[in-house]
Structure formats: C-alpha cells, structure tokens
C-alpha cells in the first residue's frame, strides 16, 4: 500500500519541476552581432602587426617607401585596366548592337586585362547554358601589362638605388668632417638608414600591383563573363614577377658593381647566356611570324570571307580584326613550335607538324587565323615528310646559329677557353628552352569543352625541342667559331705610315724668298725622334 500511495505523489512532483523551471526568467539572448568578413580581416590584421614585435618600429619607419612602391604597383595597374577600358567602351558606343549599360562593358574589360595576364575566362554559352572556358591568351594584349610592370619597376629600383647612393655620399661626408674635427667615425655610418633595396621595392610594388589584381577578381567572379580565380591565382602573380625580375635586373645591370658580380659568376658565361636565350628565343618567333604572313598569304581570300561571315557592320568588322591582330603573336608562337617539330593540335586528339595534319574535328571555329591550317593529310605516321616540311627546319637552324654567333663573339672579346664558350652555349641553350616554354604556355589553352579543350602547342613538348635544337647548334657551332678566331689565320696589321721629316738646309745657306728660316732642331729632339721610330720599328717587327 506504501508503495502505491507514493507513485502518484511522485508523479505529480514532475510537472511541478517542470513549472518551476519554467517559471525561472530565461537568459536573456546575445544581443552581439555576427563578425563580418571586413571586420575579421581588420582583427586579422591587427593581430598580424601585434605579432611582429620589435620589428614594427622598423616598418612605420620603412611606411612612406613602401606606400610609395605599392602606389607605383597601383598606378601600373590602373594604366593597364585603363587601357582596356577605352578599347572596350569604344567598341561599345560604336556597336550598333549593344544589349547592355557600360556597366557590363566595364566588366568585360576587366576580365579582359586578366586574360591578358594569362588567367582562364568562363562564359556561359547561350544556347545549352553551359559554361565553357576560354584559356588562350591574345599575346599583343600581354605585352602592355608587361612592358608597363617592367618600366615602372625599373624606374622605381633606379629612383631606390639613387637615394641610397645619396645616403651614402652624405654619410661619407659626415665622416669626413668628423675626421678633421676630431670625431670619430667610420665612413658610410649615419643615423640616417638606408632606403629599400631593389628586391624589396620590388617585392612591395608587386604586392600593390596583386592588390588591384584582386579587386578584379573579385569584381569579375560574376556575370555571362567571368573570370577564374584558381588560374588567376596562379598567372597574375606569374607574369607579375617575372615583368618586376626583368625591370630589377636591367635596372641592376647599370651598375657597375652588379656587372662585376655577374662577370664572377660562371667566368661570365651567365650573362652572356641570358643574353642569347633571349636572342634566340626572338629569332624562333620571328621565323614563326615569317611562316605565318607567308600561310595567310596564301590562304588570303579565305580570311577575307571568314571576316565577312563574322561580322556585318564595320564596327563588328574592326572589333574581328582587331581580335585577329592580338592573336597574330600566338599564330607564330604556333607556326614556331611547327617549325621545331611537336606541332600544335586544334582539337584533342589532333596533330598539325611537318610530318602531317590528321584528327581535325568535324567544325574548326570561323577564324581568320585558322583558315592558314594545312588540309588534313591523314594519320602522322603515314605521312611522309614533304620538302615544305624540310624547309621550315631552318627557323630552329637559324635560332640556333645566332646563339652560337653571340656566344663566340662575346668568348672572342673576352678571350675565353672552349669549355667557358662551351658552358655558355649550353646555358644560353638551356634558357631558350625555358623561355619557349613560358610563352607557350601563355599561347595555348582551351577554346571550350569537348574537341576544343586542346588549343595550340604543348609546353613542355616545344620547349625541350627548343632546347634540343639550339644545343645540337648553339654549342659546336660557338666553340668551332671560337677555335677558329683563336687559331685561325688572322689578317696582316695595317702599317703604320711613318713621318718623314724634310731635309735640313746647310746652316750657311740663304733662306729662300717667302719661306722663313727655321731654326735647328736640338740634339735632345733628334734623339727623341729617333728612340720613337726605332720603338715603332721594333713593333712592327713583331707583329
């Protein structure tokens, strides 16, 4: 009975707990709002200078150059989006078919000055929907990112090293005058510090150009064209750096200390080298370019009518050639890589080389570019090399030749051995290989999905040809022209014409009528004269 009187008690003490904890007052909830991404990226960066320590009384002091590099960066990237901006606003207001505000043409600009930088484009393609990627970059549209990244840093390393030169000449003259005032002092110690090095400047003027870069990105993550981020990521910066390495070591090279380390390094094979990389590597495409004019040429009346199929206005008309003229650099980046032997493919699966033409897709896209393929000739391997195919093998001949030219020239100034001629025939070899590679990248990369996800060369595949084909040239050919103005028959020196003095008139003779007499040389003069002539004599002797 205990029991079964005690279980109702003890049922009914439940719902009186649950109404006393429901009668106790709630907490009340947290009123603080959700952090925002600015506001995380502000503590982040307020922990990020808390955490530098000692060293950021040296950064506020170093605050004016590195705004001032970061400014420059900005102002490089400003004047290269601004550039894009007038060509596209001005296609824009002259198209008698715009569909959208300037606000999609500003868009399109700045997806454009990424491309131009090697980043992929996405667009949506309007009949499936789906996006197809664009990843071949217009080359003329890299040179203006490029050539102002190399002129502004450039500029700003020069302006860097002239400041600290004029730190230097002061603290040299504060030493000077503490000498003979009885200060001591070592020469070069001023309270004053020095500015940036070049690397440095470098380094924060490329962090202000990345900075608008981003904004770009950004901007453009959206819309029927749009840019993507990965490949931005990974070819903004590349370009960056390298246009910045280019713009620091000409600004470098000026100087004659730089010249003097450089000369050290590998007997001064290195620069000499890098010299001829570059020189070969501008003789590989301009033979490109040569083959190129030489195939539109030929093929002219088809582009004609690909540009009339294209277009129907004159402005849609100038807007395809336009197009056309910025890939006219990739064109013989391709002709080149024909000429070195892989080839480029204009689908997966296809082949375009001396050796043939085969896996074309069922519809190659209507450019005037593309009109200059050869016809499909079958599969490569059954394809016998045609004599036009043995004759575009003197582009890589002839870039190779100039090298080894170069190189001699330069062994024969500086007197080198054949294994120092020999080692920078190898490098210079070596880097036009790399640099091929560089630009190929850049000159190639999917047009769309499918057949067109492969356009153009292969990196790798034409730059180890490049590499192949100038070292099997550059080298022999450096150190055979080398061995042959060390060794070879040298032309006879030029003889020197000697000064004949005129006889000398007996003392007592008369002085002619309108000629005055002359007085005697001394004795001191005649063996003068006399120790000089036998000097030259001796020379000439020896030569």
Not at 15 to 33: D, L, V, Y
Request: glycine fraction near 10%; include cysteine.
């Amino acid at each position: 009975m205990t029991d079964v009187t005690q279980a109702p008690d003890g049922a009914a003490e439940a719902p009186r707990a649950t109404e006393r904890q429901n009668a106790q007052p709630s907490a009340p909830p947290s009123t603080q709002p959700s952090m925002s991404p600015s506001t995380s990226m502000l503590r982040l960066l307020r922990l990020f200078w808390l955490s530098l320590g000692p060293r950021r009384a040296e950064l506020a002091r170093r605050a004016p150059e590195v705004a001032s590099a970061m400014l420059g960066g900005v102002v490089a990237a400003g004047l290269g989006l601004g550039v894009f901006a007038v060509v596209v606003l001005f296609l824009w207001i002259t198209s008698p078919y715009a569909d959208s505000g300037p606000n999609a043409a500003l868009h399109v600009a700045a997806a454009l000055w990424l491309l131009a930088h090697g980043a992929d484009l996405l667009r949506t393609d309007a009949l499936t929907g789906a996006t197809v990627p664009i990843g071949v970059t217009p080359l003329l549209l890299t040179a203006l990112p490029a050539w102002l990244v190399y002129r502004a840093t450039a500029h700003a390393v020069d302006a860097a090293e002239e400041a600290r030169a004029a730190v230097r000449a002061v603290a040299d003259g504060v030493s000077g005058a503490s000498g003979v005032f009885g200060v001591s002092g070592e020469p070069g110690e001023s309270d004053e510090e020095e500015p940036l090095g070049p690397v440095a400047v470098a380094g924060w003027f490329v962090a202000g150009y990345l900075l608008v870069a981003f904004v770009a990105v950004l901007v453009t993550m959206n819309g029927t064209l749009r840019s993507s981020p990965p490949s931005a990521l990974l070819f903004v910066p590349l370009l960056a750096v390298v246009a910045a390495g280019a713009g620091v070591g000409t600004s470098r090279l000026r100087l004659p200390v730089s010249r003097e380390i450089l000369d050290d390094a590998l007997g001064g094979a290195l620069g000499v080298a890098v010299r001829a990389s570059v020189v070969g590597v501008a003789v590989l495409i301009a033979g490109g370019a040569l083959l190129t004019a030489v195939a539109m040429l030929w093929h002219g009346l088809a582009a004609g009518e690909s540009i009339v199929r294209l277009s129907r206005s004159v402005s849609d008309r100038f807007a395809v050639l336009l197009l056309a003229a910025a890939l006219t650099p990739n064109a013989a980046v391709w002709a080149a890589s024909y000429a070195l032997g892989p080839g480029f493919s204009v689908g997966v699966g296809s082949v375009v080389s001396p050796t043939g033409a085969h896996g074309y897709p069922a519809r190659i896209p209507d450019f005037p570019l593309l009109t200059a393929l050869p016809a499909p000739t079958g599969h490569v391997a059954a394809t016998p090399v045609t004599w036009l195919g043995w004759l575009v093998l003197a582009v890589p001949f002839a870039s190779g030749t100039v090298v080894a030219w170069y190189v001699a020239d330069r062994a024969d100034l500086h007197r080198w051995t054949v294994r120092r001629t020999a080692a920078a025939a190898a490098l210079g070899s070596v880097g036009c290989g790399v640099l091929t590679t560089l630009v190929t990248l850049y000159a190639a990369g999917p047009m769309g999905t499918g057949m067109l996800a492969d356009f153009g060369p292969t990196g790798w595949r034409t730059g180890a040809a490049a590499l192949g084909w100038t070292a099997l040239v550059a080298v022999p050919g450096a150190v055979g022209a080398s061995l042959w103005r060390l060794h070879g028959p040298r032309p006879a020196p030029a003889a020197r014409a000697r000064v004949k003095h005129p006889p000398e008139p007996p003392a007592d003779s008369p002085p002619q009528a309108g000629v005055q007499a002359m007085p005697a040389p001394r004795t001191a003069g005649h063996a003068s004269d006399n120790a000089a002539d036998n000097a030259s004599e001796s020379v000439d002797a020896q030569s």
